[in-house]
């Protein structure tokens, strides 16, 4: 199909999020609707061994109160481990999580009565860290682990029984003693990366109406498949009789990815028979999951050269108190820590690890920000111990165009030098840095969209409108407007012509999820092919009614051309159906064997993003001030260039937020500043002066086009070239994020 795409209309849910008229699911309301407060814990770890609702229960509008006991006869979910209770039963293993619900006729009443709510707690061994979790004799936070396979991803955990571990991930290539043994120098460093709040402008909201043997959930949901799955399986329903229904959603960023407060919300409209509504604030999804912390060590050997004989990485991630995907965080982990390097002998493990915090979860490009951070500033940690610019030793050791990073790995669809050198170029037009200024370089390649997994409806009506259902979820990143813009394209009609329909699951057909910036290529390819098989059957009503031969008909705007004239879509359906009315239903899928098995090899495509940032620094106070930075991109082809440039551009900006402010903080399990106030995230004036995105188009991604997914890369490399600017100047090296004035000041002052 014909690459160029209709830009000249803005996105429909733009203009309704400006003018207000946008509903997100805070906006909404259900006849005979009551509201639940949740009643949380402030124990680290600890055995409930009372609860008294008698005096919330009393209070006037309140009209029940949900405890563990109530649905502890459902058991427990998870979407890679089943390890999580509806509610807390017996036992709390972070602060924050859930023991009550105190379910009234408003909310004031229900938040109100929540403090009424008498739970007793017998505090009991914790491990709050990695280290204390995996040290010999630590309590286990869970005692039993039960693998789901296949259930949200291909695969299930590796768990070590007896432990704290509840996956683990290991892929050898080669020999890296051997190497190691030849090498010329070997060179270990340890990184740590800290625990991240989503802070998704939305907070988790969810309204649950159970009756009887059916259930519809509203919720910001980022897989709504995945809700309904886990709801139907929890509660013994029908999966036709789950219903998921999905309005805007105000950022997810992963944190609302898989299945998060959904069950809890059921759980209370289960207990009264009535709708009920929880929306959180702010504070309460800080303590409902975040990004995982992570203890890398990396080590890398390199010959006489300069060229890399070898890696080694130890990688722990801190998943928290429940596993969600964490398993997942993990494997991605040690794929991303190769980055894109030919190392021909690799020893890789990856570990989660359950602490007594907030579960770790999904979260923009999983587990990459983690690698890449540890790997980036390791490159030129070897670089510098070599003598070598950090640039040269970097090309001297990328992988070509179709080479593999792994054996098991699809071959690379990208040239990372030419990213290295479009962001090299975009600073060309100033002076080089000055001794006040300085520069660093990061670069990273990822493995996302491993589920080739969608389906698409496409309605073409009598008048040429056109509805397009998708299970893709609008959360700010233009996804409807880029499925109407693949359905106008291939039917040749004009983009107004076509509208996206809010997700629901009792209309769109299935697809896995929004996330792992697979949208535009998984989904994309299933709404072209639906698009298709609806020109092909109005083209087909054109052969036999008007006897033409199918070759000589193509589509143009509001109809179909015979050469010598065009036949509008109301003559074809009027003449053919015998009435003014009527429609043609296409439908596509996409799995892993489509396009001969193409799909199915991971990763789908690559992931990749180069990072130029140049920094100033405040002696006096460690400050440090970016005043410029580039990003580039190879994302095969651009289908909304504003919306394109918006998603590099805000996954950089996220970037800023691990690299110089962010760390959700624990103190022996106690979250230190897990609100608003407490957490400091970028501001608008906090993104560099001089932002420039570069997006390479090749056409040769997978996707409707040649489009490659993106919106994940861009966060990666902005840590590390931030810190390897700072080693290049001032020659320090600032192995724990964030790189905060105090850490800075300090190095400062050792250097000295």
Request: hydrophobic share 45%; proline share 5%.
């Amino acid at each position: 199909m014909s690459a160029t795409y209709n830009m000249s209309s803005v996105r429909p849910d733009l203009i309704e999020k400006v003018t207000g008229r946008a509903e997100y699911i805070t906006d909404l309301t259900v006849p005979d609707m009551l509201h639940g407060f949740v009643v949380r814990s402030p124990a680290v770890h600890a055995r409930i061994v009372s609860i008294d609702t008698s005096a919330a229960r009393s209070m006037d509008g309140v009209v029940d109160v949900l405890i563990g006991e109530d649905v502890a006869s459902f058991g427990c979910w998870g979407v890679v481990l089943k390890d999580r209770p509806i509610i807390a039963v017996d036992r709390v293993r972070y602060v924050g999580e859930p023991v009550a619900i105190v379910i009234a006729e408003t909310i004031e009443i229900a938040e109100n009565a929540a403090e009424l709510v008498d739970v007793g707690y017998e505090e009991l061994p914790r491990a709050a860290t990695i280290q204390k979790a995996m040290a010999d004799g630590a309590p286990l936070i869970h005692e039993h682990h039960e693998n789901l396979q296949d259930f949200y991803f291909k695969g299930g955990a590796k768990p070590t029984q007896g432990s704290n571990i509840f996956h683990t991930y290991r892929n050898n290539v080669g020999d890296v003693d051997a190497a190691e043994a030849a090498a010329a120098y070997v060179h270990e460093d340890h990184f740590t990366f800290p625990a991240i709040s989503h802070f998704a402008m939305e907070p988790h909201t969810v309204i649950a109406d159970f009756k009887g043997d059916s259930l519809t959930v509203w919720a910001g949901a980022q897989t709504p498949t995945a809700v309904q799955k886990v709801l139907s399986r929890l509660f013994g329903l029908q999966l036709a009789k789950v219903r998921v229904i999905v309005p805007f959603v105000g950022g997810g960023f992963g944190g609302k990815a898989s299945v998060k407060i959904e069950p809890l919300v059921a759980g209370a409209s289960w207990k009264v028979q009535r709708p009920v509504r929880v929306a959180q604030s702010i504070s309460d999804s800080m303590l409902t999951c975040r990004r995982l912390g992570a203890e890398v060590t990396i080590r890398t050997a390199v010959d006489a050269k300069g060229r890399i004989l070898a890696k080694s990485a130890k990688l722990l991630l801190d998943g928290g108190a429940y596993s969600d995907t964490g398993s997942a965080v993990a494997t991605k982990s040690a794929n991303r820590i190769i980055g894109p390097y030919a190392v021909p002998n690799l020893r890789l493990e990856a570990s989660a690890v359950y602490t007594n915090t907030v579960p770790g979860a999904a979260f923009r490009s999983i587990g990459g920000p983690q690698a890449v951070w540890a790997k980036e500033s390791h490159m030129d940690n070897v670089a510098a111990a070599i003598g070598m610019d950090p640039a040269e030793f970097r090309l001297k050791n990328l992988a070509a165009r179709g080479e593999r990073t792994r054996p098991d790995l699809r071959a690379l669809d990208m040239d990372m030098s030419e990213l290295m050198g479009r962001v090299t170029q975009s600073f060309a037009s100033e002076s080089q840095a000055s001794n006040r200024r300085s520069r660093g370089m990061a670069v990273a390649a990822t493995d996302p969209a491993n589920t080739p997994i969608a389906n698409a409806i496409v309605r073409l009506k009598i008048d040429g409108s056109i509805l397009v259902s998708v299970s893709s979820i609008e959360v700010g990143q233009g996804a409807h407007a880029t499925m109407a813009r693949i359905a106008a394209q291939t039917l040749k009609q004009p983009f107004s012509a076509v509208s996206t329909l809010r997700t629901d699951t009792a209309v769109a057909p299935y697809d896995w999820g929004t996330g792992a910036s697979r949208s535009t290529v998984v989904v994309g390819l299933s709404v072209e092919n639906a698009a298709l098989d609806a020109a092909d059957q109005i083209l087909d009503m054109v052969v036999d009614v008007w006897e033409l031969p199918k070759e000589s008909l193509s589509l143009v705007d509001g109809g179909v051309s015979t050469g010598s004239e065009v036949l509008t879509f109301h003559q074809i359906f009027h003449r053919t159906l015998g009435v003014d009315s009527g429609e043609v239903v296409g439908r596509g899928a996409i799995t892993p064997r489509s396009k001969k098995g193409a799909l199915a090899e991971s990763p789908l495509f690559w992931e990749t993003s180069a990072g130029l940032a140049e920094i100033v620094v405040d002696e006096d106070t460690g400050e440090i001030h970016v005043p410029r930075y580039a990003s580039a991109a190879d994302v095969g082809r651009v289908i909304d260039r504003v919306a394109a440039e918006g998603q590099d551009e805000g996954a950089a900006a996220m970037g800023f937020g691990h690299a110089l402010y962010e760390q959700l903080e624990f103190e022996d399990g106690q979250p230190v500043n897990a609100t608003p106030i407490d957490y400091t995230i970028p501001r608008i004036s906090d993104v560099p002066p001089v932002f420039d995105t570069i997006l390479v188009e090749n056409g040769d991604g997978p996707g409707p086009g040649g489009a490659k997914g993106m919106g994940e890369g861009a966060i990666l490399p902005v840590a590390p070239a931030i810190a390897n600017a700072l080693f290049s100047a001032y020659g320090i090296r600032i192995t724990d994020l964030p790189m905060t004035p105090e850490k800075v000041w300090r190095a400062l002052q050792k250097r000295k």
